[in-house]
């Protein structure tokens, strides 16, 4: 088989297999972040970096306990974790020769905040759920991180003998 034909039939049939895998992933962070229930103490977080400023607000006034330290850090990173793997894929699958890598990078960061968003405006009517602005914020870094990771991965090739 002729090596354009080989490329051609590989890159069919990637994309189908990346595009089902964004979608898991969308649906198992959406259900993730409806399901998780809690007590609200507001309906919404309104304030950028609140929990940054919080964080380093009892850090200047005395030492803290790893417990607490971790209740704050915690959802950072976790936030920022739930949607790396969503980034990554979407980076991969909008990525193309016909599209510059910057408009990929904008079109995943822009797609990022609006599905981050959406999920929040939804949580602003959950009972149990607040709205933050900070879960957009770290989600978008989140996201961030994962196209850059989807850009090195298509940029780096491994090979195994």
């Known amino acids: 088989m002729p090596l354009c034909c080989y490329a051609a039939m590989q890159l069919v049939l990637r994309r189908p297999i990346t595009i089902l895998l964004l979608l898991t992933v969308t649906v198992i962070i959406a259900a993730l972040t409806m399901s998780v229930t809690g007590k609200s103490y507001s309906k919404v977080d309104p304030i950028p970096f609140e929990d940054l400023r919080h964080l380093a607000h ?21 936030n920022m974790l739930l949607f790396l793997p969503w980034g ?12 510059p890598t910057v408009q990929t990078y904008v ?15 939804v949580q602003y009517f959950l009972p149990s759920r607040v709205a933050d602005v900070n879960d957009i914020i770290w989600n978008s870094t989140g996201t ?11 940029r780096l090739r491994f090979e195994f003998e």
């Not at 330290?69 to 915690?74: F, R």
């Not at 079109?107 to 405006?121: H, K, N």
């Open 107 to 121: 079109l995943t960061i822009l797609l990022g905040i609006s599905f981050s968003s959406a999920i929040e405006a």
């Open 88 to 99: 990554f894929l979407m980076f991969i699958t909008l990525y193309g020769v016909e599209r």
């Open 144 to 154: 961030l991180i994962g196209a850059i990771l989807g850009h090195a991965r298509l």
């Open 58 to 78: 009892r850090l200047e006034h005395k030492p803290m306990a790893t417990t607490t330290l971790s209740i704050i850090i915690l959802p950072v990173i976790g």
